[in-house]
C-alpha cells in the first residue's frame, strides 16, 4: 500500500488531536483498560492539580469527530506496521531495490496519527521521531521552504511532551514548529497549529497569560474566511478556558456561547464535541453561582457521553463526578452519592486506585460526607486520597526540578487542607495526622537535598560542572542588559535555561536508576530517631475548609497550626487561627525591630505575637530541653529568642535554648551519619571573606588597581546593584581568621580580602571548607521591588532586570568584589542562591551569612523560605547562621567574635556558643554604647538590656549541635 504526503486537512488533523487533552480528561480510545493505565500513569503524575474550589477541569479541545470504531483504526495501525516492516528489508545492503523513503516517512506520519487516535503516546511519538529523523537524514524539501509534514510532526511531538510535563522539550519542539511555519507562505494551518500548541503549553504550566495570548493569535487565523470553519469552535472553547482562569466569566460566557452553536452546526448536538462545550459552561456558570442551568447542562453531557462511549470512557466518569459535586453543592446528598461512587467505580477500572482522577473521586466523596458530618465516612476516603497524592508527589520528583515539583506538590496540599480541618470537628488521631504534614512540609527540599548530596559518583563530575557553569550564565544574564544590536535577552535566557534544566535532568535520571527511595519517608523512623532532650515545636500554614468544601458555600480562611512533639509522646495539636492577624502582628512586630529604638512599643508588639504563637504552646515546654521550632510562612521571618520570656522584661532566649530546623522531616539524616567520609588526620580548613572592594576585581593575571573612593554606609546592604563599603567586615576577618589560627595551628585558613574576595574564588574554596564566614552585602530584592524592579537601571546599561529574574534562586545572593562594575564574560560579583545551590558544599559543617537579611526570601508554604539560607542547606551544609535584617557592621562584628571564641577556644557546641554570645550583647549592650540608627540609646528606655536590634536578626538553622 503507496500513501502520499498527506494532505492539508490531514495535516490539520494533526493539530486536532496533539492539543492538550487535560490530566482529567483523558481519553483512552483503547478499550484495554490495563494497557491504558500504563500509557496514561507517567504523564498524569506531572499534571497540574485542580485548586480546592474546582471541579474536575474538562480537557482543552480538538478539532474533529472523536473515534468511535476502536477496532477499525487498530486495523489500521495493523496494516500500517505491515506496510513499515516490508518498506525496511529494502535499506539492508545489497538490496537490490531502490528504498522509497518518502513512503517510509509517509508511513511512520501516518502511524504516528493512527497511535495519538489511539491514545497510545509513547508508540506516537516513536514514529513521529522516526518520520523527523527519516526527514533529516532523506531531504524532500525540493525548494528553501520548510516541508509542511516536518512541521507538522514538530507540532504533534512539541504536544505529547506538553501531556507527558516534559516542558522543556515541548517548549523547543512548538517553538520549532512556530519558527518552520513563519518561513512557510500560505500555510495558516501549521501557523495556528503551533500558536494552539504554545497556548496549550503554557496553559498546562499555569501561565494563563501567556496561554491567552498565544490562543488569541490562534483565534485570529481561524477567523479568516478561507480558514475551515471546524477549527474555530474548539479554538473559541479553549479561549473561553483561559479566560475563565482569568477570572473573566463574562467574556468566558460569551466565547462558550458561540463555541456551542458552531460545534452544534459542524457536527451536531448530539456529538461528544458538543458534550464537552456543554460541560465546560455548566462548571463556568457553577463557579458563578448558578444552581438550576448547570444542573441541566451536566445531564445533557452525561446523556451524549453515555450514547456515544456506553459510559466505559474517561469523559463520562469525569462528567459525572462533576454532576456530583454539583449536587452536593444543591445539598442532593443521596443522589451526589450515587453519582460520586459510580465515578469512582468507573475510574479505578480506568486507571487504577493510585490514580490522581480516581483521588479526585475519593477526595469528593470525602467531601460529601464531611458536609453530612459523617467523619468515619469521610475520613478514609480522604487518607486515600492523600496517599495517591503523596506517592505521585514522590514518583513524579523523579522527573522534574524544583520548581516542578513545587507546583505537584498542590494537589497534596489540598486534601491535606481538608484532613487538618476535619481533625477540629472529629476525634482524628494526631500521630495519623502528623505523619501526613510532616510528609508534605519541605518534602520537595528534602528531595532536592538529597539529589544535590549524590555527587560522589565520578561520572556526574562533568555534569555537575556544567551545570554550575550554565547556572552562573543564567545569573549573569539575568543581572545585566542588552547592549544594542545583541540577540535579545529573553532569547538568551531561554536558551541557557533549557540547558541548565537538561542537565538537572541528567542527573534526575541518574537517581532514579540509582536510589528506589528517592524522597520516601517512614514516620515510624523520624518517629524512633527522634533525639533525645529536645521539643519539636512545627508550625503550618494551611487552608481551613468549611464542611461543605469552600467551592460549594464561602471560601476558607488561612489558619496556622502548631504540632508539639516529644520524644515517646504523641504529638499534640494546637489550632492557633487565622493567619491573616497573625501575620499583621508580625509584621508591626518586625517594622518596631527594625526602625525604631523606642523598646516599650517594640515590646508591645512582640508581645501580641507570643499571645498567638507561643502562649498556646509555653505549656507543653520545658526550660531544660532544646527548641527546634519549624516555622512557616510569616513566621520564617521573626526571631523566636526575641519573644517576651515567661517572666517580666525577659526574653525566650534567656528561657530555651532555641534553634530554627527549617525540615522537621530531616531530623534522622541532621542525626545521621555525615553525607561524605574525610580521612581523620586531614586538617580542618577555613574560608573567610570580608574587607571585600566592590569596586575592583582582582584577577590572576593583574595586580590590585588603586581602589577607589568609596562610600560609608556601615550596614550591610546596598541599594539595588551598587554596594558600598564596609569598613568593619575588614577587622570582622581578621579577627576571626586569627581566632581560627590560634585553635588550629594546623588548620588551612584562606582569607579572601579587596579585590582577591570575588565570586570565582569563592566558588573554589568553598568546597573545600568545612567553615564558611562571609562578611559583606547580601543581594536581596524586597518583596515590594519585584514588580518595580522592571523600572530600576542595572549596571550595565539603561535596560531593567526583566521578569526572566523572578527565579526564586535569583532573588537573593552574597556580593563580592567587581560587583559596581559592568560584567564581562566572567563573574558578575553576586553568588546567587541560585549558585549556591549548585556548589557542592557537603564538607561544611558551619556557614555563617554576616550580611544582612540572608535569612530572607520568596516564602514558599510548606517550603520555608526560597532564599540563602535554603540553598546553603540543599547544597549539602549542615548548619547555617543568617540574619534577618539589616544590621550595625560594628555589633555584628562583636556578636560574631564573641560567638567563635565560645566555638572554638570554650569548645561549646554551636547552639549554646550562639546563645551564650546574644546573651552577652543583650546585657552588656547598654555599657558598650550600643547605638540603634546611628542615634543614642536613651537610658531610660533600656535601663537593663540592649535591644533585639543588635544581637536577635542572627538565627541558626539546621544541625544545632
Not at 550554565?470 to 540577540?487: F, Y
Not at 504540632?563 to 515517646?568: D, I
Not at 579577627?735 to 566558588?763: P, Q
Request: a negative charge.
Amino acid at each position: 500500500m503507496s500513501l502520499s504526503s498527506p494532505s492539508k486537512n490531514q495535516r490539520s488533523s494533526i493539530y486536532s488531536w496533539c492539543l492538550w487533552l487535560g490530566f482529567s480528561s483523558c481519553c483512552l480510545w483503547c478499550s484495554d483498560c490495563t494497557w491504558a493505565q500504563a500509557v496514561f500513569e507517567p504523564q498524569i503524575i506531572l499534571a497540574p492539580s485542580r485548586a480546592t474550589d474546582d471541579y474536575a477541569e474538562p480537557r482543552l479541545s480538538y478539532e474533529r469527530e472523536l473515534p468511535t470504531d476502536f477496532e477499525g483504526l487498530q486495523s489500521q495501525v495493523a496494516s500500517l506496521n505491515l506496510s513499515l516492516s516490508q518498506e525496511f528489508p529494502k535499506t539492508d545492503a545489497g538490496s537490490d531495490e531502490v528504498t522509497d523513503w518518502l513512503h517510509i516517512r509517509s508511513l511512520q506520519s501516518d502511524l504516528g496519527r493512527l497511535y495519538l487516535q489511539l491514545g497510545d503516546y509513547e508508540s506516537s511519538q516513536q514514529m513521529f521521531e522516526a518520520a523527523l529523523t527519516t526527514a533529516q537524514e532523506h531531504s524532500f524539501s525540493k525548494s528553501e521552504e520548510p516541508d509542511q509534514e516536518t512541521i507538522a510532526c514538530y507540532t504533534a511531538l512539541g504536544s505529547m511532551y506538553v501531556e507527558r510535563g516534559n516542558y522543556q522539550l515541548a517548549l523547543s519542539n512548538l517553538n520549532q514548529a512556530l519558527t518552520l511555519s513563519k518561513d512557510l507562505e500560505d500555510s495558516p494551518d501549521d501557523l495556528a497549529g503551533a500558536y494552539n500548541g504554545l497556548g496549550n503549553l503554557f496553559y498546562q504550566m499555569g501561565n494563563y497569560s501567556e496561554a491567552q495570548k498565544y490562543y488569541l493569535q490562534t483565534v485570529a487565523i481561524y477567523r479568516q474566511p478561507e480558514s475551515n470553519p471546524e477549527s474555530l469552535a474548539p479554538s473559541l472553547h479553549n479561549l473561553a478556558l483561559v479566560h475563565e482562569r482569568l477570572q473573566e466569566s463574562n467574556e468566558a460566557e460569551k466565547l462558550l456561547e458561540e463555541s456551542l452553536l458552531l460545534t452544534k452546526n459542524n457536527h451536531s448536538d448530539n456529538s461528544p464535541e458538543y458534550a464537552h462545550v456543554l460541560e465546560s459552561m455548566a462548571l463556568l456558570l457553577s463557579r458563578k453561582g448558578e444552581l438550576q442551568e448547570p444542573e441541566t447542562l451536566h445531564q445533557q453531557a452525561l446523556a451524549i457521553f453515555e450514547r456515544v462511549y456506553r459510559k466505559q470512557h474517561s469523559d463520562y466518569a469525569r462528567t459525572l463526578n462533576n454532576s456530583g459535586l454539583h449536587n452536593v453543592r444543591m445539598q442532593k446528598y443521596d443522589l451526589a452519592e450515587e453519582q460520586l461512587e459510580e465515578a469512582l467505580v468507573l475510574r479505578t477500572e480506568l486507571f487504577g486506585l493510585h490514580h490522581l482522577d480516581t483521588a479526585d473521586t475519593q477526595y469528593d466523596l470525602a467531601r460529601l460526607y464531611d458536609a453530612q458530618g459523617d467523619y468515619a465516612q469521610s475520613i478514609p476516603y480522604l487518607l486515600e486520597a492523600i496517599d495517591t497524592a503523596q506517592t505521585t508527589a514522590e514518583m513524579a520528583s523523579r522527573v522534574q526540578t524544583e520548581q516542578q515539583q513545587l507546583k505537584t506538590n498542590s494537589q497534596f496540599l489540598t486534601y491535606l487542607n481538608h484532613l487538618l480541618s476535619i481533625s477540629n470537628r472529629s476525634e482524628l488521631d494526631t500521630n495519623s495526622l502528623y505523619q501526613w504534614v510532616l510528609r508534605y512540609k519541605g518534602s520537595v527540599f528534602s528531595r532536592e537535598r538529597w539529589m544535590k548530596l549524590s555527587r560522589s559518583h565520578p561520572e556526574l563530575r562533568d555534569v555537575f560542572h556544567k551545570l554550575q557553569t550554565a547556572t552562573l550564565q543564567l545569573t549573569n544574564l539575568a543581572m545585566t542588559t542588552a547592549s544594542r544590536g545583541e540577540e535579545s535577552r529573553e532569547k538568551q535566557f531561554q536558551i541557557l535555561k533549557e540547558e541548565k534544566e537538561a542537565l538537572e535532568q541528567q542527573l534526575i535520571n541518574h537517581e532514579k536508576s540509582n536510589a528506589a527511595t528517592l524522597g520516601q519517608f517512614s514516620y515510624d523512623h523520624w518517629k524512633s530517631n527522634f533525639p533525645e532532650n529536645c521539643i519539636l515545636v512545627d508550625y503550618f500554614e494551611f487552608l481551613q475548609v468549611a464542611p461543605t468544601g469552600p467551592s460549594l458555600t464561602e471560601p476558607g480562611q488561612q489558619h496556622i497550626a502548631v504540632f508539639v512533639s516529644l520524644k515517646g509522646n504523641k504529638p499534640v495539636l494546637i489550632d492557633l487561627g487565622e493567619s491573616v492577624p497573625i501575620n499583621k502582628a508580625v509584621n508591626e512586630w518586625r517594622r518596631y525591630l527594625q526602625t525604631t529604638g523606642n523598646h516599650q512599643q517594640e515590646r508591645s508588639a512582640a508581645k501580641v505575637v507570643r499571645e498567638l504563637v507561643w502562649e498556646p504552646i509555653a505549656k507543653h515546654l520545658s526550660p531544660d530541653m532544646t527548641v527546634l521550632v519549624s516555622p512557616d510562612g510569616s513566621l520564617n521571618r521573626i526571631p523566636f529568642s526575641a519573644l517576651p520570656g515567661s517572666a517580666a522584661d525577659t526574653y525566650l532566649l534567656e528561657d530555651h535554648l532555641l534553634s530554627i530546623l527549617p525540615v522537621a522531616q530531616l531530623l534522622p539524616q541532621i542525626l545521621g551519619p555525615p553525607s561524605l567520609d574525610i580521612p581523620d588526620n586531614e586538617p580542618l580548613a577555613m574560608l573567610v571573606v570580608g574587607g571585600v572592594d566592590f569596586e575592583n576585581l582582582v584577577t590572576p593575571e593583574q595586580e590590585p588597581e588603586t581602589p577607589k573612593p568609596k562610600a560609608r554606609r556601615r550596614r550591610r546592604a546596598g541599594g539595588i546593584y551598587h554596594w558600598s563599603d564596609l569598613p568593619a567586615t575588614r577587622g570582622e576577618a581578621l579577627t576571626i581568621a586569627n581566632s581560627f589560627k590560634g585553635v588550629y595551628d594546623d588548620g588551612n585558613l584562606t582569607l579572601l580580602t579587596d579585590g582577591n574576595a570575588s565570586e570565582g574564588n569563592v566558588r573554589d574554596k568553598a568546597p573545600g571548607a568545612e567553615y564558611l564566614h562571609f562578611a559583606t552585602h547580601a543581594f536581596f530584592a524586597p518583596e515590594e521591588l519585584r514588580s518595580a524592579m522592571e523600572m530600576t537601571k542595572g549596571r550595565g546599561g539603561d535596560s531593567s532586570v526583566s521578569e526572566m529574574a523572578y527565579h526564586p534562586g535569583l532573588l537573593s545572593g552574597l556580593v563580592f568584589a567587581g560587583a559596581n562594575q559592568p560584567v564581562d564574560q566572567g563573574d558578575d560579583g553576586v553568588l546567587t542562591a541560585l549558585d549556591v545551590a549548585e556548589l557542592d558544599l557537603r564538607r561544611v559543617e558551619l556557614a555563617v551569612l554576616s550580611a544582612c537579611e540572608t535569612g530572607l526570601g520568596e516564602l514558599a508554604g510548606g517550603e520555608g523560605v526560597l532564599g540563602l539560607q535554603r540553598a546553603f542547606q540543599v547544597a549539602g551544609t549542615k548548619t547555617v547562621v543568617s540574619s534577618l535584617w539589616k544590621v550595625d557592621d560594628n555589633q555584628t562584628r562583636r556578636l560574631m567574635e564573641r560567638f567563635y571564641d565560645n566555638f572554638w577556644r570554650k569548645e561549646m557546641d554551636m547552639l549554646p556558643a550562639m546563645r551564650e554570645a546574644q546573651l552577652w550583647m543583650l546585657r552588656e549592650g547598654p555599657r558598650r554604647d550600643f547605638r540603634v540608627r546611628n542615634k543614642q540609646i536613651k537610658e531610660e528606655s533600656h535601663p537593663k538590656n540592649s535591644p533585639p536590634y543588635f544581637w536577635a536578626a542572627f538565627v541558626l538553622s539546621g544541625d544545632w549541635r
